[in-house]
Structure formats: structure tokens, C-alpha cells
């Protein structure tokens, strides 16, 4: 049986769509601009539109925070893509993901509060993203080990342990207003982690002549 669509359907899924990216671009610089704590009423105002086109759109400010969270995210992992496009060793890439992430902090400080303040009956808006992270690192952890000859099975439990860390670090920073620059809290979270990783790296045997 062949299903036929409509024409004049697909546009309007096309419409839909893209007007819903429109609507979120214009949340976000609204975000930018008034705050984390901004409302619907300046939301619309800088998309040039009423708070009815966003709940026709969105349903409520909830449907408008997850779009945002889905932004967001895709954003984040997008800025990764460099860190999982070449090997890297352990610290490198430590230092790579938490100067990532912490640059969208320092970048997007309102838009990281906003995401982080989520209102009741949402999904936990950190979850969805460090799971996705998480489970990339411990891919990651899980090449270097076996190219040094070692059990990869501590890699799920160091990978999401390490991305759970940069977020705890990076909720921290924000508190304190981004007090420490962020290539120095980079250096910290290398150096914390290094030793640990250079204790699985097998000692050469030497015999004596």
C-alpha cells in the first residue's frame, strides 16, 4: 500500500519547525539580556511576538525551558566535536573537556543559570547531556587502556565519574562569580587527575646486564 503525504503538510511541519528555532534564538538573547530570571513578557517582546504564539509553539514556559535545554545541549556537544576527533591522552583529554564546558559557563553565564534553575515537573536538564559526554569519555578512556595493555573496565565508572566532576566544578565557578580564571581551574582539574592516571600506565622492567 502506498501512503501519500501531503504537500501542504510537510511545508507546514517545515513552518512549525523552523519558527520553533526562531522563537528559542529570540528566548535565548532575551535570557542574554534581561537575565536567567526573565519573563515570558520580554521573551516575546525580543522575538517581536505575544506570550500566545509562544504557548501555541511551546504549551507553557516549561515546553519553552526544554527547547532551550535541547539548544543548549546540542550546542555543548557540538563544541566537543574537537575534543573526540583525535586520540588524546587521559590529562589532555580532561583538560580539553573541562576548558570546553567551562568556556560555555564563562561565555553563557545567564544561559547556564537558566538551564541549571529548572522549573517543577521538568526532566533533569543535566542528565540528558553528561550521560551522552559521559558515556563518549568513557569510550575514549576505554581505547587508551587497552592500547596500554590493561583491563578496560574501570573506563564507564572514571569517564561518567569525570564528566559528573567538571559539572560539580563548573556550578561552583559560577557561584563564585568566575573568580579564578578558567585556564587556572582547567590546570587544577589536570593536575587532580593526572597522578591517578599515571598509576595504570605499567612500569618498563628493567634487568640488569
Known sequence: MTISVDGRTT????????????????ALRAIR????????????????????????HFGDRNGLYEAV??????????NLSDVWNQRRSPRDLVEHLADAYLRVVEVDGEIYRFVTARPGGTADPVLGITNRIGDQVSATLADWLRDKGLDPSPANTWGHGLV????????RWI???LRR?????????????????DAQ?????HTME
Open 69 to 78: 535545554v535541547e539548544s543548549v545541549h546540542a550546542f555543548i556537544w557540538g
Open 175 to 177: 557561584l563564585t562569580d
Open 11 to 26: 511545508r507546514w511541519a517545515r513552518h512549525n519547525a523552523t519558527r520553533r528555532r526562531e522563537l528559542v534564538e529570540a
Open 33 to 56: 539580556h534581561h537575565g536567567h530570571s526573565v519573563g515570558m513578557d520580554d521573551i516575546a517582546a525580543e522575538a517581536g511576538t505575544s506570550k500566545t504564539v509562544y504557548y501555541r
Open 201 to 205: 600506565t605499567p612500569t618498563p622492567h
Open 181 to 197: 580564571p578558567r585556564p587556572d581551574i582547567v590546570t587544577f582539574i589536570g593536575d587532580l587527575f593526572t597522578p591517578a592516571f
Open 164 to 171: 559528573g566532576f567538571i559539572w560539580a566544578v563548573a556550578d
